[in-house]
């Protein structure tokens, strides 16, 4: 997945979808508000908002999926 992601990305949008990650894994194993992961990590709370819907509302559940499957392989 990582080559694939080089091939496909810029290395800004490499940081971009890094930073998402990042903030999705803090939303789902701390209980950091929005404003404390802004603080930690530079991310706008708006993506921050972002990602906390894509993790807890919308169906798509990509983010939901990746983190446990993630936490299965640990």
């Not at 290395?11 to 990042?22: Q, S, V």
């Amino acid at each position: 997945m990582g080559r694939l992601l080089v091939d496909l990305c810029t290395p800004a949008e490499i940081r971009t979808l890094a930073e998402r990650w990042h903030v999705a894994r803090l939303l789902d194993g701390s209980k950091l508000s929005y404003r404390e992961i802004h603080d930690a990590t530079g991310v706008s709370t708006t993506t921050i908002v972002r990602v906390a819907r894509f993790l807890k509302q919308e169906p798509n559940r990509g983010y939901r999926l990746a983190l446990d499957s993630l936490g299965a392989a640990k």
